[in-house]
């Protein structure tokens, strides 16, 4: 069982930067790829980034490459979404999800078993 606590959320004007935190329990947050995915109103969740379990592999949304960038402590199991640039199409509940020990990275929801609670973001134009 993995619990994942995302913190750091907020408002900020267009163009600032905000740093989102996923703070995960459980001993195999090493071997899981994780994942942001955000939920604007009336939309569908969509996929932001992801990370492999080693760090070595990214992977990004084309509406956030170059501004996002996702990170990853497996000391501190955490794992971090820094973003700047923000516009107010960023608006949205921001979501941490683990896939499964060993598992490739991926960007469909489908590939990620747990999920936190989400975090609000609300970029002001």
């Known amino acids: 069982q993995v619990q994942l606590v995302e913190s750091g959320g907020g408002l900020v004007q267009a163009g600032g930067s905000l740093r989102l935190s996923c703070a995960a329990s459980?001993?195999?947050?090493?071997?899981?790829?994780m994942g942001w995915f955000r939920q604007a109103p009336g939309k569908e969740r969509e996929f932001v980034a992801g990370?492999?379990?080693?760090?070595?592999?990214?992977s990004y949304a084309d509406s956030v490459k170059g501004r996002f960038t996702i990170s990853r402590d497996n000391a501190k199991t955490t794992v971090y979404l820094q973003m700047n640039s923000l516009k107010p199409e960023d608006t949205a509940v921001y979501y941490c999800?683990?896939?499964?020990?060993?598992?490739?990275?991926?960007?469909?929801?489908?590939?990620?078993?747990?999920w936190g609670q989400g975090t609000q973001v609300t970029v002001s134009s």
């Open positions: 990370i492999s379990w080693s760090g070595g592999t990214t």
């Open positions: 459980g001993r195999t947050f090493s071997r899981r790829a």
């Open positions: 999800a683990a896939g499964a020990p060993n598992d490739d990275l991926g960007s469909s929801a489908s590939s990620y078993y747990y």
